[in-house]
C-alpha cells in the first residue's frame, strides 16, 4: 500500500510560479511511475506529467510542455512538479499518483494504482 500527499498548492498570478510536492510512503517508490493529473470545475482529470522509476525518463502533456518540470528525488520518496509561466487555464486540482506501469501508458489515468487527495492550484488573470 502507499500513501500519498500532494502540498504546494496555492493562489498566484499569471505568469507567476509553484511547486507541487508528492511524498509517498512505502518502501518500493523508486519502482513506480509517478504522475501528476489535474481537474478543472466541469472537466476530465487530465493527464500533466510522468517521470518513470527504472530510467528517470519524463513525459509531459503538450499543454504545459516547456513550462513545467516533473522530478523525483528516491532518497526522499518525494515527486515534484514545477510550474513556470502559469496560465488561467492551468487552474486545477492537481493529483499525484503511482503505479506499476508498461511504457506507453503514462497518461493513462485507470493504469495508476495510488492517488493523493488533490491539491487545489488557482492562476488569477
Known amino acids: 500500500q502507499v500513501q500519498l500527499v500532494e502540498s504546494g498548492g496555492g493562489l498566484v498570478q499569471t505568469g507567476g510560479s509553484l511547486r507541487l510536492s508528492c511524498a509517498a510512503s512505502g518502501r518500493t517508490f523508486s519502482s513506480y511511475v509517478m504522475g501528476w493529473f489535474r481537474q478543472a470545475p466541469g472537466k476530465e482529470r487530465e493527464f500533466v506529467a510522468a517521470?518513470?522509476?527504472?530510467?528517470?525518463?519524463?513525459f509531459y502533456a503538450d499543454s504545459v510542455k516547456g513550462r513545467f518540470t516533473i522530478s523525483r528525488d528516491n532518497a526522499k520518496n518525494t515527486v515534484y512538479l514545477q510550474m513556470n509561466n502559469l496560465k488561467p487555464e492551468d487552474t486545477a486540482v492537481y493529483y499525484c499518483a503511482a503505479g506499476v506501469i508498461p511504457y506507453g501508458y503514462h497518461a493513462s489515468a485507470y493504469r495508476y494504482d495510488y492517488w493523493g487527495q488533490g491539491t487545489q492550484v488557482t492562476v488569477s488573470s
Open positions: 517521470i518513470r522509476g527504472s530510467d528517470g525518463n519524463t
